[in-house]
């Protein structure tokens, strides 16, 4: 099974950037989609960034411009460059991955990362 740990997060003031990334573990031969969601206090989890295999992307409006997600399919890693941060982008931001293969077959469904989190203050 895929396991994946994201890092990058922390405190920055609005304004601000912080790279966000994603490693993955387990036997992957290639994954379908790669992406990331965050959940602020009290919110539903919300679609911000996701990238195909192929290296399409699809931003949340409120991140379009702001964030850019990226992967490394040799790596089968993830990223998200986010700049000008702002105070309502702070929540737990948690990779996404949409399918995979492993050394037996394809793994269909979502798989989840344990969340780093991001505060903007000022």
């Known amino acids: 099974q895929v396991r994946l740990v994201e890092s990058g997060g922390g405190l920055v003031q609005p304004g601000g950037s912080l790279r966000l990334s994603c490693t993955t573990s387990?036997?992957?031969?290639?994954?379908?989609?790669m992406g990331w969601y965050r959940q602020a206090p009290g919110k539903d989890r919300e679609l911000v960034a996701t990238?195909?295999?192929?290296?399409?992307?699809n931003y949340a409006d409120s991140v379009k411009d702001r964030f850019t997600a990226s992967r490394n399919n040799a790596e089968n890693t993830v990223y998200m460059q986010m700049n000008n941060l702002k105070p309502e982008d702070k929540a737990v931001y948690y990779c996404?991955?949409?399918?995979?293969?492993?050394?037996?077959?394809?793994?269909?469904?979502?798989?989840w990362g344990q969340g780093t989190q991001v505060t903007v203050y000022s």
């Open positions: 996404n991955v949409e399918g995979y293969y492993d050394d037996t077959h394809y793994h269909n469904g979502d798989n």
């Open positions: 387990g036997r992957i031969f290639s994954i379908n989609i």
């Open positions: 990238v195909t295999s192929d290296g399409r992307t």
